[in-house]
């Protein structure tokens, strides 16, 4: 009954973000140019590359992408709400984009659809787009459960090689073991949120065992990521944890 009223929960409020001005995004020299690197909210994001620009669970509809150019990829993680917006994907400009997702989502596409190209990835599978290299990571819950959450193979969490740096979007997922064991993360965008997924000393544990360079705690609602920066730079001074602000809405109101 409470994953059930949980889950009831997060598609409520999966789709009703409210479009607030855009934080300011930061800016990585990368080989070939620079990469953009732009909080939307909660789940989404915006990677842009030599002109090209990567849509990471676009929810919030086409406002919340206001000034931004139009995506050439969309990742998308999981069937939820807060990751996987069928009426925020059909409202912005997909004529030119690929969407790259796991067969649950692929399964759950409009039919207004058809037409767009997408890509299929299990976990473990591997795409080139736009000469940026895509690979589909393991995300679930634990105890592995068959009414969890998030069931192992259903979604997906991304690495991607973009201008020489690995970026690491975790989507929903626990401190799993394929997570603490990747290797050379530059870039990592961790999720912590109950009961969804993970509380905060299980995701600062994660990031301590794969030690990316620069760690940004999202997806976050109801979070301490105060108290994840600390425990984190406790135990590797040297990780660079980015605090950014992924719910300017909330804070304003």
Not at 89 to 101: D, H, P, R
Not at 160 to 176: A, H, P, Q, R, W
Not at 190 to 200: A, I, S
Request: glycine share 8%; net charge neutral; with cysteine.
């Amino acid at each position: 009954m409470k994953r059930k009223l949980a889950f009831t929960l997060l598609l409520a409020v999966g789709i009703t973000f409210s479009h607030a001005q855009l934080v300011s995004p930061d800016r990585e020299n990368v080989r070939g140019g620079e990469m953009t690197i732009q909080p939307i909210t909660h789940a989404t994001l915006v990677l842009s590359y030599n002109k090209k620009n990567i849509y990471v669970d676009p929810t919030g509809g086409a406002t919340a992408f206001t000034g931004l150019a139009a995506p050439d990829i969309i990742l998308v993680t999981d069937i939820h709400g807060d990751h996987f917006d069928p009426k925020t994907i059909e409202a912005i400009n997909t004529s030119k984009a690929v969407l790259v997702v796991p067969q649950a989502v692929a399964d759950k596409l409009p039919a207004t659809m058809e037409k767009t190209k997408v890509i299929i990835l299990n976990n473990g599978d591997k795409t080139m787009q736009q000469s940026i290299g895509i690979t589909a990571v393991p995300m679930y819950n634990l105890p592995e459960a068959a009414d969890a959450f998030h069931t192992k193979g259903r979604g997906n969490g991304y690495v991607l090689s973009i201008g020489g740096k690995n970026v690491y979007i975790s989507g929903d997922t626990e401190d799993i073991p394929e997570m603490r064991s990747l290797k050379d993360i530059d870039f990592a965008f961790v999720c912590m949120n109950l009961p969804y997924t993970m509380d905060v000393s299980q995701a600062a544990s994660g990031v301590l065992a794969f030690k990316p360079k620069v760690v940004y705690p999202y997806h976050y609602r109801g979070q301490d990521v105060n108290t994840f920066k600390t425990v984190v730079n406790s135990g590797d001074a040297s990780i660079d944890v980015r605090l950014r602000n992924w719910y300017p809405a909330a804070q304003k109101s």
